[in-house]
């Protein structure tokens, strides 16, 4: 079926490790996204792939690193993690950015659990 | 930059009732979309409802409607014939070139 496919899909990191979050579609979509979810605050943007070969910031793109690897893959990356990036991942995909491309919203993977102790 | 505020945290819905859940947006832009997802509890995010700011009619799918006033810049989601898997969490989105989303409301339904 086609999708979003995130792995892992749990986690738990000691305080100081490191670890990448997979992201894989086959939508043939343009754009990706990732995003993080905290209680009481919704989904906010941290990174963001307008196309392949561009990445660009988001609301709270602090401690985190991305990579367009092609068109299918936005990897993630915490490079030392904090308590503080305890949260539920989301990657997202688009057509585009324009308002025509997202008149469907946006697809979303299942998420990743990461608790960072 | 564009904030999406979602007043209520929870809401309890008798089973066969109509909930409505509130969204106010702030914008200086005139073309845009709005969307409610929901979220059950599998995490998956689902698109309930979309409406496109240049339309005035209100957008309807099944047993899901939105009241958008575009001046006042809300945009409400009412569930009618409220069913047990309707429970989940809703959330209000804003799009103009990234979607931005409200902080969700845990929506309740008792049989």
């Known amino acids: 079926n086609a999708g979003v496919t995130q792995t892992p899909k749990f986690q738990v990191l000691k305080t100081g490790q490191s670890m990448t979050l997979q992201c894989a579609q086959d939508?043939?979509?343009?754009?990706m996204y990732w995003y993080r979810q905290d209680p009481g605050m919704g989904l906010r943007l941290i990174y963001y792939?307008?196309?392949?070969?561009?990445?660009d910031k988001g609301e709270v793109p602090n401690g985190y690193n991305v990579s367009r690897l092609n068109k299918r893959e936005f990897s993630l990356r915490l490079e030392s993690a904090a308590p503080s990036q305890t949260s539920v991942y989301f990657c997202?995909?688009?057509?585009?950015?324009?308002?025509?491309?997202?008149?469907?919203?946006?697809?979303f993977g299942s998420g990743t659990r990461l608790t960072v102790v | 930059a564009q904030t999406v505020t979602q007043s209520q945290p929870e809401m309890s819905v008798q089973e066969a009732e109509t909930v409505t859940l509130s969204c106010t947006y702030d914008t200086s832009e005139s073309d845009y979309y709005l969307f409610w997802y929901k979220q059950p509890p599998s995490r998956q995010m689902i698109l309930v409802i979309r409406?496109?700011?240049?339309?005035?009619q209100n957008a309807t799918e099944n047993r899901f409607s939105v009241n958008f006033q575009k001046a006042a810049k809300s945009f409400s989601l009412k569930i009618s014939d409220s069913q047990l898997g309707d429970a989940a969490m809703y959330f209000c989105?804003?799009?103009?070139?990234?979607?931005?989303f409200g902080a969700g409301t845990t929506v309740t339904v008792r049989a």
């Open positions: 989105a804003y799009f103009d070139y990234k979607l931005s």
């Open positions: 997202a995909t688009s057509w585009g950015r324009d308002l025509t491309s997202a008149l469907n919203g946006y697809t």
């Open positions: 409406q496109e700011a240049y339309k005035q």
């Open positions: 792939s307008a196309s392949e070969g561009t990445t």
């Open positions: 939508m043939n979509h343009n754009s």
